[in-house]
């Protein structure tokens, strides 16, 4: 039978891909988006739901009869730094709602998208081992390092099923990124092919992890989808597909876009940059569930290009 299944943050950058996915995957029907935002196209059933009123959520949760639940409601990096407090109750508490209501109402699984942002200025730079010291300097990070703890604790005390991968940067076409440190990964298309210019919020050399939306919206559903024994890491799974430069991603937007210019800006974005990995070792996800990345930045600068001007056209 069809999981019945509730996105929460479904509006953002992860969730407008990944909704469309699941309701090919499982039926328009059986999958609820939810936000504290209309979507922007309406293409199932959508309610409106504010991941801190808890009372709504569960409502919504025993009237729809659903049985997984992608927890996406979250302030990243960037934007997080301006509100600390909020970012913490939004991130941390909306996840503890979660994890009380599959508790209490048996939920079969629950996905808790992690990210690179549990990295800190302590953590090996470089293919940056699944265990490794967790010391954010954001208030982002600090919730999610905390949160997969969390997802730990239910997971072995209560048994509740939680999933979850540490998501890099990623990058799409379908929509635009908000309130990230990976932001620019984005920008940057949309910036070469409107107006042949980008200017750059991180420095030129800033190597960070990378990975298409196809790559990350199949990990979601792999992980979701494998048999329960065979994840052996109820943290978080850290997740690799890419890792570039601002100049790299220039110079290969550039073959296909030969006027294209760049300058470099860096504000507080930059810093945040700074304190996380450049690349990821995700042996732990290959070998326990199967993942296998596709794209590299070759293959993803020709399909971003090709699809952001199918956009504009
Ligand atoms: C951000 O930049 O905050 C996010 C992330 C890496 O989790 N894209």
């Not at 599959?102 to 800190?120: D, L, N, Q």
């Not at 980008?198 to 196809?214: H, Q």
């Amino acid at each position: 039978m069809n999981p019945k299944i509730l996105v929460t943050g479904a509006n953002g950058q992860i969730g407008t891909t990944l909704v469309s996915a699941l309701r090919e995957e499982y039926g328009i029907d059986n999958v609820v988006s939810s936000d504290i935002t209309e979507p922007k196209e309406i293409t199932g059933p959508h309610c409106f739901l504010d991941i801190l009123n808890e009372q709504r959520l569960r409502e919504h949760v025993k009237d729809l009869g659903i049985t997984q639940i992608y927890h996406l409601a979250a302030i990243l990096s960037a934007n997080g730094e301006w509100n600390p407090l909020k970012t913490w109750n939004v991130n941390f508490n909306g996840l503890l709602s979660i994890l009380e209501l599959a508790k209490e109402e048996k939920i079969e699984r629950i996905f808790f998208p992690s990210t690179i942002a549990v990295h800190g200025l302590n953590t090996p730079k470089t293919q940056t081992p699944q265990h490794a010291a967790l010391d954010p300097t954001t208030v982002y990070g600090m919730s999610k390092v905390t949160g997969e703890l969390w997802c730990n604790y239910y997971f072995k005390r209560y048994g509740v099923d939680v999933r979850s991968v540490r998501y890099p940067g990623i990058i799409g076409y379908r929509s635009i990124p908000h309130g990230g440190t990976t932001d620019y990964a984005v920008e940057i298309f949309h910036e070469a092919i409107k107006n042949n210019n980008y200017e750059c919020f991180l420095e030129k050399d800033t190597r960070l992890p990378m990975m298409y939306m196809p790559d990350a919206i199949r990990a979601t559903v792999k992980i979701m989808q494998a048999p329960k024994n065979d994840l052996q890491i109820r943290t978080s799974y850290n997740l690799a597909g890419m890792s570039f430069t601002p100049k790299e991603i220039f110079e290969e937007i550039k073959k296909h876009l030969p006027n294209f210019t760049i300058s470099y800006k860096p504000d507080f974005r930059q810093e945040i940059a700074a304190s996380w990995s450049e690349s990821i070792d995700d042996q732990a996800a290959r070998s326990d569930w199967g993942w296998a990345h596709e794209y590299d930045l070759e293959k993803m600068t020709q399909d971003m290009i090709f699809q952001i001007k199918k956009q504009y056209e």
